[in-house]
Each structure stands twice: as C-alpha cells, then as structure tokens.
C-alpha cells in the first residue's frame, strides 16, 4: 500500500515562506503538489518525473520551486512571497504509470494521495 505524507504546512504572515515535504516510495515515477483553495477545486502546481525533470502549472510559475530528493524519497515544494491567495490545503500525489504524452498535471491522472497539509497566508 501506498503512502504519502505530507509535512510543513503552518500559518505565515504575507510574504513569508514556507517549505512543504512529502515522503513517497522512491519507485513512484511521478510525484506532484496540487492544492485545494477554500471552495475551490484542487489544482496541480508542479510535478517531478523519476530523472528529476519538474513541470510547473502556468498560473504558478515564479514563485513555487518543486524538488525531488532521490536518496531520502522526499519530494519538497519551497514557496516564497506567500499571499493569502495561497492559503489551501496542499496534497502530495503519485502516479505509478510512467507513461503519459505530457507530465501530468491533473489531479485525476493521479492515483495516490497524501492526507494533505494546510497553509494559512494571513495579510
């Protein structure tokens, strides 16, 4: 059975960072971060491949830095300049299928979860 769990979440002031980790068998060939805003639906931020290759969603690219550490099985998300729109629960995901025509960003092509982890933004 497969388990993810996620670790440093907290509540930062703006402008703050933050460091999230997320320890996942080290076979998983796709690890990712999404979150899931108060109300909203859950989106993917980044995703690391099993050579280390990282593929950021668009809307977050600048201030999100995604990385994977082979040889303790972590996958850890850095953000920095927190803003409230960041405030969410952050998930840890895995896909087990390699194979994919683009690095899968969407919470449906992931079949593994973690329980998540919060990040509160205040201003």
């Known amino acids: 059975q497969v388990q993810l769990m996620e670790s440093g979440g907290g509540s930062v002031q703006a402008g703050g960072s933050l460091r999230l980790s997320c320890r996942a068998p080290?076979?998983?060939?796709?690890l990712a971060w999404f979150r899931q805003p108060p109300g909203k639906q859950r989106e993917g931020v980044a995703t690391?491949?099993?050579?280390?290759?990282?593929t950021y969603a668009d809307s977050l690219k600048g201030r999100f830095s995604v990385s994977r550490d082979f040889t303790q099985n972590t996958l850890r998300l850095q953000i920095t300049s927190l803003k409230p729109e960041d405030t969410a629960m952050y998930y840890c995901?895995?896909?087990?299928?390699?194979?994919?025509?683009?690095?899968?960003?969407?919470?449906?092509?992931?079949?593994?979860w973690g329980q998540g982890t919060q990040v509160t933004v205040s201003s």
């Open positions: 080290g076979y998983l060939y796709w």
């Open positions: 995901a895995a896909r087990d299928q390699r194979l994919t025509t683009r690095p899968p960003l969407r919470a449906d092509e992931y079949n593994y």
């Open positions: 690391v491949d099993g050579d280390g290759g990282t």
